[in-house]
């Protein structure tokens, strides 16, 4: 690697004159220039940028054309800086969203400048870096993408940033709690976001251990967001793995070029306390400090829907009792005349076949007196002009958070975390970046688990058969209350059922009682699988990747070329992975990627073909191909239609492909080997397995071993001005996704042989049994099934005036059904129809505000946690921010779903209700 490294960094340098894009965290574009900039003379340049009205513009950046030397304007428009005329005049470039970019030339140091940027007819000024990445402009872009700037970062009102990209047309936002949101776009959502990378500064934020993205529990502050921008649909030919849906990227604030001090602190509803400080200071011409700290601390939202999940065998309220969707531990039992499951003293006949349920614990009763949703973050960086168009960048961060996660079960994630390390070196037509992600789990937990022991604990220690755990005890009371009640006269079948039940339910531990804080403590303490529900995982990704562009023709030909490698070193002491008495496992993958892009008919035309080829360690290399054009007409090149063709794939996660997880009564393992061959509960036709006449071939199943998810995308779209001030931006897509990634619990040997009928006949005590080679085990595998999805966006925004901007978008999803089986699960989980109606401004010079309704379809989702329809929901959002710009000040004010209406966003999630505050924005330059 250290070849690599070297020769990268020697292209860089050499190519490191003429600049051809801005530096990738700037969200203007900076033109190129011929002249050498040098940055060790101090000649000062300063001034005041204003609107045509007068009305300075805070945050408008002010760049030396050809370099990475510039500044942003203060709360008053003022802005300072210092550069070098000795060898000529130099060129500013100065930008403000939503107005047109303005060229100065100064031959001369001036320090008493004043600019006046002219309002923008259209939205072309705004550029992205996601899309290509290379800066470009967002109306020609060959992708659907949508980019947020810091402005309206600052108005949204949510707990967490994620949240509030759901007024974005063709993004879904499913909140497990307060601060774990994932994103997804085009459906197939989960509660954990596989399908969609999330980076900052391109640094991946999924946890290595699991390859999910904790929202923004473990990311950068809102403080130090310069934008953010999410590109819709496939993007492994740019990203490779698990761009299969999109990608969203945060952009951090330069030092350079963002200096001073800013504070925002806000406090409200749920006891919220929210404090963000971000510092970042120049020191000298060639060197710049940053600094981010930030705490958040609430009281989350529970979890607390009591219906009867899909695969309960009782309905609710049910005198057998019922698996509930949000009780945890809710041990069944089926009454049978086997003597190997008969309850002591035996069996009442009439309970033969019938399944009982334990009532189980509530989220409310497992989580107990710690309900509090919390997150740190403390990052620092330091930032070198080695050249005035080439940096270098170390950065540190370290992030904790405490919240409530779904998957297969709830998890209390408490102390969750990650370590990073960035070195990045940053020239005008490439970079090379290395860095380092170390996770850690806390004092995390599974719900279900910490239920399931609490039951299975012992209640009795001396019985005439042994020690009872609370289980046993339920079972068989509820089976002698039976034969009680049923032997009165009068007595119907159903109300001694329920007199059974009201006895069992006496015998059990409550969430009162000492005993229960006791052994919970004990538990959620342990992080031994079948003893301890705490979670227990430590490991580390490390990745180095390299780009450099190059102008390979007089015609405006240009090409890029770049490439990855990364490495995973996975360690869980034998608790989540199979590294039990061995060194960390193992796994890579790498890649390299280009685009070549052409301009044609006088650049009205932008054709683009880009590819990536990964390799991996247990899985087939991937290609990954884009073809795309963009077609530019009308004044200013104002109307945009665009065309795509992408391939993707998500690769499996490495818990997919290296679990190993005993909790005794089942097992959990990845599929990187041969594959299993197993014994179903069902069969094709639903038939449980034992129905007596069909065959125990019928049960047979073959999960192979894991292969890559995959997606081919057909994409059209436009994006541009249809009006002098209405905006405009419609998508288009069709999809096909192959192998899908699924999960699946059967009988099967731990060497992935299928049990032989005497291995079977041993029955349930033998299954639970760590000693025996044939249990139940939960893997993974891919379905055969294609499934093929098509889909609609379409965004509006209309400027009437500066108070007044009108947005509003609308997304179509659609799954096509005809050619799937009738109980396939697709977990496309995503509403038919949505929309969100907007409008935003500023009523005065010191009064901006934003308000934002929301609405979803209702619809079926399929989680791994539980399956169930999801009512249509609907959300107000509102801010409003007075600003006192002489005290650098803003006063804030905001609330998420402001009518506290039903939101629930994922089954088995919490009611998201309204989250008020009140705050402030201090900001020093």
């Known amino acids: 690697m250290q070849h690599v490294y070297c020769l990268f960094t020697a292209a860089l340098l050499a190519g490191a004159a003429p600049v051809l894009a801005a530096p990738p965290n700037s969200q203007h574009s900076i033109a190129s220039s011929n002249s050498f900039i040098s940055i060790h003379a101090e000649d000062p340049v300063g001034g005041t940028v204003l609107s045509t009205t007068g009305e300075p513009l805070p945050g408008a950046t002010i760049f030396v054309k050809g370099s990475f030397v510039g500044t942003s304007t203060n709360q008053l428009g003022q802005f300072h800086m210092t550069t070098n005329l000795s060898q000529g005049p130099i060129t500013l470039v100065i930008s403000f969203l939503g107005y047109e970019s303005q060229e100065i030339t100064l031959p001369a140091p001036d320090h008493d400048l004043v600019i006046s940027l002219v309002p923008s007819a259209t939205a072309g000024n705004a550029t992205v870096v996601a899309a290509s990445r290379v800066e470009e402009n967002i109306l020609r872009t060959s992708v659907t993408i949508d980019k947020v700037t810091a402005a309206q970062i600052e108005r949204i009102s949510t707990p967490e940033v994620l949240g509030g990209l759901g007024q974005l047309p063709g993004i879904d936002v499913n909140s497990a709690s307060m601060l774990f949101t994932s994103i997804s776009t085009r459906g197939f959502n989960t509660a954990k976001s596989e399908r969609v990378i ?50 969203v990227l945060f952009n951090s604030k330069d030092p350079f070029v963002y200096e001073g001090l800013s504070v925002r602190l806000r406090g409200g509803q749920r006891s919220l306390l929210d404090g963000q400080v971000r510092y970042a200071q120049k020191l000298g011409k060639k060197l710049a400090v940053k600094i981010n700290v930030s705490g958040f601390q609430a009281t989350d939202w529970l979890a607390e829907n009591y219906d009867a999940t899909s695969g309960s065998l009782n309905p609710a309220g ?44 509530t989220e409310r009763e497992l989580v107990a007196d710690d309900q509090k949703t919390r997150s740190y973050r403390l990052q620092g960086a330091v930032s070198y002009l080695l050249k005035a168009n080439l ?34 070196l940053k020239g005008a037509k490439g970079f090379v970046r290395v860095y380092s992600t170390e996770d850690f789990t806390g004092s995390s937990y599974e719900l279900a688990q910490l239920s399931a022991l609490l039951l299975s604990s012992t209640a009795q220690e001396t019985t005439p058969y042994g020690p009872l755990s609370y289980a046993q005890v339920y079972f068989s009371t509820y089976n002698t209350a039976y034969s009680q009640a049923i032997q009165q006269p009068g007595t119907t079948q159903q109300q001694a059922l329920g007199l059974a039940q009201q006895a069992a339910n006496a015998t059990q531990l409550k969430a009162s009682e000492a005993r229960f804080a006791e052994r919970r403590r004990t538990i959620i303490a342990d992080d031994v699988p079948g003893s301890g529900a705490q979670q227990r995982f430590n490991s580390f990704l490390n990745d180095i990747s390299a780009q450099r562009s190059f102008r390979v023709s007089d015609f405006g030909t240009d090409l890029i070329l770049g490439g990855a490698y990364r490495e995973y070193r996975l360690g869980s002491d034998g608790k989540l992975f199979d590294d039990f008495n061995r060194p960390r496992l193992r796994n890579y993958e790498f890649g390299a990627y280009s685009q070549l892009t052409q301009p044609l008919l006088h650049d009205h035309l932008k054709l683009a073909l880009a590819g990536r080829v990964d390799y991996f360690k247990n899985f087939s290399p991937a290609l990954s191909p884009r073809a795309s054009a963009v077609y530019s007409f009308g004044p200013d090149k104002r109307h945009n239609v665009r065309a795509s063709y992408s391939g993707a794939y998500r690769s499996p996660s490495q818990l997919e492909q290296y679990a190993h997880s005993d909790v005794t009564s089942f097992i959990v393992l990845g599929n990187i080997g041969n594959g299993f061959q197993g014994i179903g509960f069902t069969d094709g036709a639903g038939h449980p397995y034992g129905t007596p006449g069909i ?7 073959m999960l192979p071993k894991l292969t890559l998810e995959r997606v081919r995308t057909l994409e059209v779209g436009y994006k541009g001005m249809v009006l002098p001030k209405l905006y405009a931006d419609a998508s288009y897509f069709r999809s096909l996704y192959t192998d899908f990634i699924g999960g699946r619990a059967f009988v099967g040997n731990l060497d992935g042989s299928r049990p032989t009928q005497q291995q079977l006949d041993e029955g349930l005590p033998a299954l639970a049994d760590r000693s025996k080679p044939t249990r139940f085990i939960f893997s993974w595998y891919n379905n055969a099934q294609a499934v093929r999805t098509q889909g609609a966006t379409l965004g509006l925004a209309y400027q009437l005036s500066k108070a007044l901007h009108f947005t509003g978008n609308y997304t179509l999803n659609v799954l096509d059904r005809r050619t799937l089986p009738t109980d396939f699960q697709t977990f496309f989980n995503t509403p038919r129809h949505k929309y969100n109606l907007g409008i935003s401004g500023s009523a005065t010079e010191q009064l901006t505000y934003s308000l934002n309704y929301r609405w979803a379809q209702g619809h079926y989702q399929e989680m791994p946690f539980a399956t169930g329809t999801i009512a249509a929901y609907r959300s107000t959002d509102v801010y409003l921010g007075y600003a006192l710009p002489k005290l650098g000040t803003t006063l804030q004010a905001g609330a998420s779903n402001l009518f506290n209406t039903r939101n629930i966003q994922i089954i088995g999630g919490p009611q998201i209700g309204r989250l008020a505050y009140l705050g402030l924005l201090l900001q020093v330059k």
């Open 198 to 247: 999330q980076l900052v500064d391109y640094m991946d934020t999924a946890l290595p251990s699991l390859g999910l993205s904790p929202g923004n529990l473990v990311g950068i502050p809102e403080l130090d967001m310069e934008s953010i921008e999410i590109i819709h649909g496939p993007a492994s030919a740019l990203y490779g793995a698990n761009a299969l849906s999109g990608v």
């Open 318 to 361: 049910s005198p057998l009792g019922y698996d509930a969707v949000n009780r945890s531990g809710e041990i069944s039992f089926q009454f049978s005349n086997d003597p190997r499951l008969q309850l002591p003293g035996g069996t009442h006949p009439d309970l033969y076949g019938k399944t009982a349920y334990l009532p189980g614990f």
């Open 391 to 424: 940096q270098l960048t170390v950065e540190a961060k370290h992030a904790t958070g405490t919240s409530i996660y779904q998957n297969i079960s709830r998890f209390r994630v408490k102390g969750l975390g990650t370590t990073q390390y960035r070195a990045e």
């Open 695 to 701: 065959p125990l071939a019928a049960f047979h199943i």
